[in-house]
């Protein structure tokens, strides 16, 4: 069957591929899945602050009512905080309009579940059924869903996320962050909890724009060099950059250095560790040893998934898993809610930084580094899965391995680093990434295994 969600819901170019006939009918074929179990249900919609939002959210918000559906509309908020108040108010269903860090003429659809989490891919699949069958279920003109709006989700939000840390003790220490919501649905959020965490804090994009004017809203190192720089020029305590809906926050630190995500997944989850004593935890196979590192010197144990948040946060419920995340900057606290959540990592760092009394260069010295090389092939969709067999039967040839794992792709482990092999899910590449102790080594085990990926394309 063709696929219409990808890994982070439905995307496409606004009024392309992502338009209002597709919106319209993915409320409808959402809103038939829920009938189908729930005789009135009432789903939540919110969006990010792309300008395509409202054209895209009536589309959604008009599927669903003619299904029978109720639609609340929370208006312009951070993807967690939809989330947070679908399972906070026990609604049924959340809808959240957006395109995560994509640029500005993209725009999403995701669903969420009624415990706030991303849908799971059978769900997903059974409304791509729907969709594609167009056997939508109507309401009668009597029982056509009725829409309301509700402007108190940020404010539950809030003080939901301060519930979770030691709002007076952060307090006492004053911090001062550097904050850039790249323009994104973050700044209607991370200003005011900063400022409830008696933070001094100094603003860089935190006005909702949709065109994004400040920055690109991927919070990698090439779109947050203004954030370095304000970071050191103002000394502040440490910088944070959000992308475009807030659920994945990247830190600076005070130096106005940029941490790798798999540096601050690591920091955090090491004092998780700490706080509830060991446990579970949950992560992609792409994320660096260091997670694993810190997470069992602290008693805790690692799970690894396929890539992906809803397959992360899956995992973790069937585990009862206390942390997980990816390495991108998407942190996932289950003590509050399911999903990645950019409010949840930087509370969470300021109570460290409170409770380790350290800068958070010092801290972050401490967790082992490695070094990663990224590197990708382009390969036909219909080569993969040959090329996929093969590597698994040359691999068991290979002398240097000593253990092999399949959670996602092909991930090969040596005595010192591991290479993983993984055909993309959404593009005709194929991924090679290698972790070693030196750079020179990873640079090199790279280009080995690329090259053999490589002939096996070549030659498939
Ligand atoms: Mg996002």
């Given amino acids: 069957m063709t696929r219409l969600f990808g890994t982070n819901g439905i995307r496409g170019v606004v009024n392309q591929d992502m338009n209002s006939t597709l919106a319209m009918e993915i409320g409808q074929a959402y809103g038939t899945y829920l009938k189908n179990t729930i005789p009135r249900p009432t789903c939540v919609i ?60 993209y725009n999403g659809i995701k669903g969420t579940a009624n415990d706030g989490a ?25 029982t056509v869903g009725r829409y309301s709006t509700w402007s108190g989700a940020i404010e539950l939000y809030i003080k939901g996320v301060l519930s979770q840390v030691d709002v007076s003790k952060i307090k006492k220490h004053h911090f001062h962050v550097v904050l850039d919501c790249g323009n994104g649905a973050g700044s209607l959020v991370a200003p005011l909890l900063l400022k409830k965490l008696g933070c001094t804090v100094t603003l860089l994009n935190c006005e909702p724009d949709g065109r994004f004017p400040g920055r690109h809203s991927e919070p990698i190192p090439e779109n947050l060099t203004g954030l370095m720089k304000k970071v050191s020029e103002t000394h502040a305590s440490f910088g944070v950059g959000l992308d475009g809906d807030a659920d994945r926050a990247i830190f600076i630190d005070e130096n106005g250095s940029y941490l790798w995500g798999d540096k601050s997944l690591s920091l955090v989850g090491q004092y998780m560790m700490k706080k509830t004593k060991g446990g579970i935890t949950v992560t992609p196979v792409t994320t660096s040893t260091c997670f694993e590192d810190v997470i069992t010197q602290n008693n805790g144990k690692v799970i690894y998934t396929k890539v992906g948040s809803p397959i992360v946060a899956e995992v973790m419920k069937k585990n009862q898993a206390v942390f997980g995340g990816e390495e991108n900057g998407g942190l996932i606290f289950p003590a509050f809610q399911y999903c990645r959540d950019s409010a949840m990592s930087l509370v969470t760092m300021l109570e460290i930084l409170a409770s380790e009394e350290k800068p958070l260069s010092e801290l972050i010295a401490h967790i082992p580094s490695y070094e990663m090389f990224k590197t990708k092939i382009s390969c036909p969709n219909e080569k993969k899965i040959p090329v996929m067999d093969r590597l698994a039967e040359e691999m068991k040839h290979h002398k240097e391995i000593i253990r092999i794992d399949r959670i996602d792709g092909l991930k090969v482990f040596m005595t010192d680093g591991w290479v993983l092999m993984r055909p993309s899910g959404t593009e005709p590449i194929f991924r090679v990434y290698v972790e070693a102790k030196q750079k020179q080594k990873a640079e090199q085990v790279a280009t080995y295994y690329k090259n053999i990926v490589d002939s096996f394309i070549q030659s498939g």
Wanted: glycine fraction near 6%; charge should be negative; hydrophobic fraction near 40%.
């Fill in 46 to 105: 919110g969006t990010d602050a792309r300008l395509s939002n409202h054209m895209l959210k009536s589309a959604v918000t008009a599927g669903f009512l003619s299904t029978g559906c109720d639609i609340v509309d929370v208006g312009v908020v951070p993807t967690p905080t939809l989330q947070y108040t679908v399972k906070e108010k026990h609604f049924d269903a959340g809808v959240i309009i957006t395109a995560s860090h994509n640029p500005p003429l």
């Fill in 118 to 142: 991303e849908l799971t891919k059978d769900v997903e699949e059974a409304i791509e059924q729907i969709y594609f069958s167009k056997q939508f279920l109507l309401s009668d003109w009597r």
